[in-house]
């Protein structure tokens, strides 16, 4: 059985599984960084424009500050920080490399097997004694099933509103993602219809968009249609049912901003235990180790279908508590690791 390639492979190279990275080479570990994608690529799908609801110090991880002349950060300075961080620690990361499955070996090997397909379709493996999966929720949206879903013009991530000036658009959720965007594109010179599910918008919106998004909508400058569902959608429009019976709204652009989840099928042909009620891995949230050994869970991965309990703020802590647990399974520095 070919060697480990090191001591652990973290999956996913956004803000928690950086974070891991860094505790685990502070405990002399050896790691690398696996993402399907490029750096933080879930904050580089936020919107071009995005500021952070948080302040900039609660987006450090490790210990190197993150400067800014703003209260809350953008997308922009978030980015050039997480490269600067990888860059600073000099951090193992192979971009573009998604994980497929990982498998507890048996044979006396190493700990884990962790299958993998790269951009160009080919095929590799890739082996460790712990694996730490930080894969977040952003890059699983919650589909909403229903014909047309998949067409071009459709999509589950908002980016920015220049191409839809004095054109249709959908805007799909009630939530701070849907208004942010909804808001942004009518203010872009889009013509704006927010379909909602629910009777009223999500209480979640932050405290300064919702009176904005509110008072739109009262004005009549963003069109909302509550209570309504989506049927289908075609090149041209999108159908829904509603209080008023059916309707064809016209769009030339569908955003569909319901939410994400945690990959739980990776998770789940892992041997991680996911609880089917509030869809939640199980977890130590002490040592954040899986009812799999050796296996853990860092940040936004352990949420549920609701997000909302883990942020960058918090999850960045999961890497130092994983570390530990880790190096003391580990001989002391300088001898031989024992086996597992």
């Known amino acids: 059985m070919p060697a480990a390639d090191c001591d652990v492979l973290i999956v996913g190279a956004g803000p928690a599984g950086l974070a891991a990275a860094i505790a685990a080479g502070r405990e002399g570990l050896t790691c690398l960084v696996l993402d399907k994608g490029g750096l933080v690529d879930g904050i580089y799908r936020f919107p071009r424009n995005m500021v952070f609801f ?40 192979a971009f ?40 977040g929720y952003y890059d699983q949206p919650n589909l909403l099933g229903v014909p047309g879903e998949e067409l071009p013009h459709v999509s589950h991530y908002y980016s920015e509103p220049h191409p839809y000036y004095r054109r249709p658009v959908v805007v799909v959720g ?97 041997g991680v235990v996911i609880d089917p009620a509030g869809q939640v891995a199980k977890y130590d949230p002490e040592t954040c180790e899986t009812d799999v050994p050796n296996l853990f869970l860092a940040g936004g991965v352990v949420s549920g279908r609701t997000a909302a309990p883990v942020f960058i703020e918090n999850g960045r802590a999961h890497g130092e508590r994983i570390a530990r647990v880790i190096r003391a399974r580990l001989q002391p520095r300088g001898g031989s690791d024992p086996a597992l």
């Open 96 to 135: 573009d490399e998604r994980v497929t499955a990982i498998r507890r070996e048996t044979d006396g090997g190493s700990a884990f097997s962790l299958d993998i397909t790269t951009r160009g379709g080919a095929t590799r493996t890739r082996r460790s004694r712990f694996v730490v999966v930080a894969t």
């Open 174 to 270: 009630g939530k701070n993602s849907a208004a942010e965007a909804a808001l942004d594109l009518f203010r872009a010179g889009a013509r704006v219809t927010l379909v909602h599910r629910e009777e009223t918008l999500g209480e979640s919106i932050k405290y300064w968009v919702k009176p904005d998004i509110e008072n739109r909508i009262a004005e009549g400058s963003i069109a909302a249609m509550f209570g309504t569902r989506v049927q289908r959608i075609t090149p041209a429009s999108v159908h829904v049912t509603g209080p008023g019976g059916d309707a064809g709204l016209p769009a030339e652009g569908v955003f569909l901003l319901t939410g994400y989840h945690p990959d739980w099928a990776l998770l789940e042909r892992a």
């Open 54 to 93: 948080t302040t900039p110090e609660l987006l450090e991880i490790g210990g190197l500050p993150f400067v800014t002349p703003f209260e809350k950060p953008t997308r922009f300075e978030a980015l050039r920080y997480y490269r600067r961080v990888a860059d600073t620690f000099g951090l193992a990361v």
